[in-house]
């Protein structure tokens, strides 16, 4: 069982920056892919970014548009999610996503608000 923390969201101006962590209760190397998703009152979860264990990443350039960048570092079992230039509508909850291509593993969220 992979357990997952996310932290570093909260409140931020638009144009602001956040920097979300997310910690794996186990070494995620062996782990296919890690990912963000995001979901907004009202709103399906979406993708945001994935990478694989190999460090290859993709974006849901519609919802990121270069704005965002995911890394991971497998030392510290953690995935991160660089924000910048925040809007508005980026403003949801926040979710980490671990999978081994079988099995697909959650965090419990962590919530996002761009507001002035």
């Known amino acids: 069982q992979v357990q997952l923390v996310e932290s570093g969201g909260g409140l931020v101006q638009p144009g602001g920056s956040l920097r979300l962590s997310c910690a794996a209760s186990?070494?995620?190397?062996?782990?296919?892919?890690m990912g963000w998703y995001r979901q907004a009152p009202g709103k399906q979860r979406e993708l945001v970014a994935r990478?694989?264990?190999?460090?290859?990443?993709?974006y849901a350039d519609s919802v990121v548009k270069g704005r965002f960048t995911i890394s991971r570092d497998n030392a510290k079992n953690t995935v991160y999610l660089q924000m910048n230039s925040l809007k508005p509508e980026d403003t949801a909850v926040y979710y980490c996503?671990?999978?081994?291509?079988?099995?697909?593993?959650w965090g419990q969220g962590t919530q996002v608000t761009v507001s002035s």
């Open positions: 186990v070494s995620i190397f062996s782990i296919y892919a």
């Open positions: 996503k671990a999978t081994d291509g079988a099995v697909n593993y």
């Open positions: 990478i694989t264990s190999g460090g290859s990443t993709n």
